[in-house]
């Protein structure tokens, strides 16, 4: 017994040595300043502050995003933040948010609540790219992203997975203490991304969306304006009306007018501009700019009486005239001569009724062309000659026919997306493929049409078309669509379209304007703007348009 007691004793006696060391080592490791500090310094608390995407370039390389910026605050909770972010002016909400914030002891990030920004100790600010910029004029091209950063529409959503790659990520990094406090250090700033320049490039041209857009916003309220390039469909400018805030996309989702719409890829009734392609048909099954009609004010078929909005008739009058005066009688007549298949077969290779695909998932609707064994009467016919009935068809498949009147008789595929720049964002690394062109109508009467159109607005229906140098063709619609309004009148749509300058056509531009009283008085006059916008940016060489 007395040698066990004598071993317990000495392994208590190991054990309170091992102790004593244990408590020594401990005290002076406390007592070293700088092993304590990398010791509470092993903890760090990284926030991401902002995500930018990728570039977005017009067809000059001209960036259309990210043009401004905004400041990011990375706060570090304490009496010192607090002293610098409260301010007298804060209504309660706010103050008592900022406060729940600053109790919490985690560090956060904020939005600057001012400029200059708020600066002090515990409150850093930093720089960070803001994707949309006020007056934003391309909102329906562009499109706009959700909560978390992914493309909804436009071209964001588009081309969403190659922006996301090629976006910036700014984050920053609070080192702290074991128990997660924020030390009293720097804040530690991470950017990934910064230098990436590469980007998307759209065949939008800057200059001529902002010409398209104040001409638009300054005569319609709910519309369409396109202007293409008739040598490929590579679209210029591309406006609707009403536009919305990329930045605030809940307060268009229930508006009025449905202003998240894309007028321009959807499909409306259309009117005379028809008249074009019923006049093409012709043509090109070998009737002439001689044929004539007796137009007495209307035309019966089968008992239905079409009317011409000159009550007392033109006359007997040949398809220049016709067109000239958008005569409804003459090409009611020619449509009848002519049958429903020819015309399906003309109106199918101008691109009526369907889709266009302007950029990956980025569609056009395919409006509405009636099949011939849908034409079931002549009074169906005679409707579609001049662009009425059931006839549908979107402002991009109005600008393809232009396209294809002005460049002699060639197809265009309404391109939005031209490729990907390199990485200094100067130049195409990767163009997008095109389809081939067809020959859809010969050249010859492709001329025609074109003095055709050209007489329209020199002398006819579209005189208010005509702009101040260079000349243009075009034809002016007014169609009426079976809708009425609260006031029990008859809502029109308002059409012009057309190609400039008349000699040497670079630019088919289509104007629509929802619910319009006339596309001669009211569509005409748009048109006449934006060639006169054209004609100062390129002959007199103006670097911008600020109308």
Request: include cysteine; proline fraction near 5%.
């Amino acid at each position: 017994m007395e040698k066990m007691a004598k071993r317990v004793v000495v392994i208590y006696g190991c054990l309170i040595f091992c102790f004593a060391v244990l408590v020594l080592r401990l005290l002076f490791l406390s007592q070293d300043s700088g092993i304590g500090q990398s010791a509470a310094a092993q903890g760090t608390r990284t926030i991401e502050m902002a995500q930018s995407r990728g570039m977005i370039y017009d067809c000059r390389f001209s960036p259309i995003v990210n043009l401004s910026s905004t400041t990011m605050l990375a706060v570090r909770p304490g009496r010192e933040a607090a002293a610098v972010l409260l301010r007298e002016d804060m209504d309660r909400e706010e103050r008592e948010a900022l406060l729940e914030k600053l109790s919490g002891g985690a560090p956060f990030v904020m939005e600057s609540p001012a400029e200059p920004a708020p600066q002090g100790e515990g409150v850093s600010g930093f720089s960070v790219a803001k994707r949309y910029t006020a007056p934003f004029l391309f909102p329906h091209v562009v499109g706009y992203v959700d909560y978390a950063g992914s493309g909804v529409s436009g071209i964001e959503k588009a081309c969403d997975e190659f922006l996301t790659e090629h976006g910036t990520t700014v984050s920053v990094s609070f080192p702290t203490s074991a128990v997660g406090t924020p030390l009293q250090n720097e804040n530690g700033v991470v950017r990934q991304g910064e230098e990436d320049k590469q980007g998307v490039v759209l065949a939008i041209d800057a200059t001529l969306q902002r010409a398209a857009y104040y001409a638009a916003e300054k005569h319609m309220e709910k519309g369409a304006v396109l202007v293409m390039d008739v040598e490929n469909g590579d679209i210029k400018a591309m406006v609707s009306l009403p536009d919305f805030d990329p930045e605030k996309v809940e307060d268009s989702l229930d508006a009025p007018d449905s202003p998240l719409l894309n007028r321009c890829t959807l499909g409306y009734s259309l009117g005379s501009i028809f008249k074009i392609v019923t006049a093409a048909c012709a043509l090109e099954n070998g009737y002439s700019t001689g044929w004539s009609y007796e137009c007495p004010g209307y035309i019966d078929v089968e008992g239905q009486i079409f009317r011409c909005h000159n009550l007392a008739g033109h006359g007997e009058v040949n398809m220049r005239e016709a067109m000239e005066e958008s005569c409804n009688p003459y090409f009611i007549a020619l449509s009848l001569e002519l049958g429903a298949v020819k015309l399906y077969e003309t109106a199918y290779r101008l691109g009526f009724g369907q889709y266009d695909e302007i950029a990956p998932g980025m569609f056009g609707a395919a409006g509405n062309y009636p099949k011939p064994y849908d034409i079931r009467f002549d009074a169906d016919l005679a409707n579609l000659g001049f662009g009425q009935g059931t006839l549908l068809a979107t402002p991009l498949q109005v600008g393809k026919l232009l396209c294809a009147v002005a460049n002699g008789g060639r197809s265009v595929s309404p391109t939005l997306l031209l490729g990907y720049s390199n990485e200094e964002g100067t130049a195409l690394a990767e163009e997008v493929d095109r389809p081939d062109q067809d020959q859809v109508l010969s050249e010859e009467v492709t001329e025609i049409l074109r003095s055709m159109l050209v007489r329209v607005v020199e002398e006819g229906s579209g005189k208010g078309a005509m702009p101040l140098h260079g000349g243009a063709g075009g034809k002016t619609g007014s169609a009426q669509t079976g809708h009425y309004d609260e006031e029990g009148k008859e809502i029109v749509q308002a059409w012009f379209a057309g190609y400039y300058p008349a000699d040497t056509p670079r630019y088919a531009i289509v104007v629509f304007i929802e619910g319009g009283d006339s596309g001669a008085l009211q569509a005409a006059p748009v048109f006449q703007e934006i060639c006169d916008y054209i004609y100062i940016y390129e002959e007199m060489g103006e670097g911008s348009i600020t109308p």
